[in-house]
T-cell receptor
């Protein structure tokens, strides 16, 4: 089983602060997705990264795929209460035909 | 545009009763479909996936089964529920051949009492 470890598991910050969450594995992935989930709803896709070293930006969110395609990070600048949620990463091994999800980081942004 | 539906939204069932959860996708054909279970505030455990009608792959031995009677319909079932079957059940369809981007339904909250 290929494991994806996310850290920290819980993060509580004040509005306006910056933060970074991590997604790490010993396995190489062909691509990796980040999702955000609110309580009682399904996860919503934020981004897909494919190339080692790739950086993608989505407004205040910056996603980076590690050079070796084994890890990824999500950085949020000037966090807002609307960023609150569970952030999940999912790695894809092409030959396996499916994704492996991490256990997520629960982010709370206090006003 | 594609949409994915799940029902019911919530369900409370006694131990030993049967289960049937339904998922349908609109706006796409021959999607790959997935059933996941999620414990509170945790990651997703893949239960079943299907690449086509009648084709089901099971990921974990359990009290559940899945069927795909139509191209855009995916059903999760159980003959006798256990307390451990409680959880948040999510259906998803996959977009992309190599990137595996998945789009999720709204989920079903199942409580077994």
């Amino acid at each position: 089983t290929q494991l994806l470890e996310q850290s920290p598991q819980f993060l509580s910050i004040q509005e306006g602060e910056n933060l970074t969450v991590y997604c790490n594995s010993s396995s190489v992935f062909s691509s990796l997705q980040w999702y955000r989930q609110e309580p009682g709803e399904g996860p919503v896709l934020l981004v897909t990264v494919v190339t080692g070293g790739e950086v993608k930006k989505l407004k205040r969110l910056t996603f980076q795929f590690g050079d070796a395609r084994k890890d990824s990070s999500l950085h949020i600048t000037a966090a807002q209460p609307g960023d609150t949620g569970l952030y999940l990463c999912a790695g894809v091994h092409t030959n396996a035909g499916k994704s492996t999800f991490g256990d997520g980081t629960t982010l709370t942004v206090k006003p | 545009s594609q949409t994915i539906h799940q029902w019911p939204a919530t369900l409370v069932q006694p131990v030993g009763s049967p289960l049937s959860l339904e998922c349908t996708v609109e706006g796409t054909s021959n999607p790959n479909l997935y059933w996941y279970r999620q414990a509170a505030g945790r990651g997703l455990q893949l239960l079943f996936y299907s690449v086509g009608i009648g084709q089901i792959s099971s990921e974990v031995p359990q009290n559940l089964s899945a069927s795909r009677p139509q191209d855009r319909q995916f059903i999760l079932s159980s003959k006798k529920l256990l307390l451990s079957d409680s959880g948040f059940y999510l259906c998803a369809w996959r977009r992309g051949i190599t990137t595996y981007e998945q789009y999720f339904g709204p989920g079903t909250r199942l409580t077994v009492t």
